[in-house]
């Protein structure tokens, strides 16, 4: 069964700092791009950013550019979001996505989702 | 950036109705467009990619059209279980961006 699995996250107080962790079973993790997504409570979704099969390219929404950083072990299944110089606004839950296939970034595989709680 | 405008934010209904939720982007994605389905404290699910695509296991009562600015997802015949959170999303370049939801009520 093809499964991603986040952790990581829990409460941290501003300016701090987290890495969450999504661990890929199921299917060839090094073969697929891969994204984070956040909902904040009660809102829609926000793509955060996404990371190409090698992780030789990797692309983030203005607010988090310079603050997160995403990152995978393909040899450990694993793909990363370390946070850094975190903010009330980055309050959400955390999706792991992975890309339906080698080409188009849509997103056939989601986690359970790990919340992130940005407070003093 | 591309902005993604679905309409309605909220659409109340009965079991058995036929829906329509339309999604607008800001420019051209040609048909680079899905669409997913968030129930309540759930992960999204991919309903429809490349805007009229069934996704593997999502039930023919669903579908998509459009393409260039304008989309559309239909549901033939709302069940019980279609009572949920709808988005699409945009993938013609980064950053991906998705609609503002439409939340599908019970009448």
């Known amino acids: 069964e093809v499964q991603v699995l986040e952790s990581g996250g829990g409460l941290v107080q501003p300016g701090g700092s987290l890495r969450l962790s999504c661990a890929a079973s199921?299917?060839?993790?090094?073969?697929?791009?891969m994204s984070w997504v956040r909902q904040a409570p009660g809102k829609g979704l926000e793509w955060v950013s996404h990371i190409k099969d090698s992780g030789g390219n990797t692309y983030y929404t203005d607010s988090v550019r310079g603050r997160f950083t995403i990152s995978r072990d393909n040899s450990k299944n694993t793909l990363y979001l370390q946070m850094n110089s975190l903010r009330a606004e980055d309050t959400a839950v955390y999706y792991c996505?992975?890309?339906?296939?080698?080409?188009?970034?849509?997103?056939?595989?989601w986690g359970q989702g790990t919340l992130v709680t940005v407070s003093s | 950036d591309i902005q993604m405008t679905q309409s309605p934010s909220t659409l109340s209904a009965s079991v058995g109705d036929r829906v329509t939720i339309t999604c607008r982007a800001s420019q051209s994605i040609s048909t680079w467009l899905a669409w997913y389905q968030q129930r309540p404290g759930k992960a999204p699910k991919l309903l429809i990619y490349?805007?009229?695509t069934l996704q593997s296991g999502v039930p023919s009562r669903f579908s998509g059209s459009g393409s260039g600015t304008e989309f559309t997802l239909t549901i033939s015949s709302l069940q019980p279980d279609d009572f949920a959170a709808y988005y699409c999303q945009q993938y013609n370049n980064f950053p991906l961006t998705f609609g503002g939801g439409t939340k599908v009520e019970i009448k």
């Open positions: 199921g299917f060839t993790f090094r073969s697929y791009a």
């Open positions: 490349k805007a009229s």
């Open positions: 996505a992975k890309a339906r296939d080698m080409a188009a970034y849509n997103f056939d595989c």
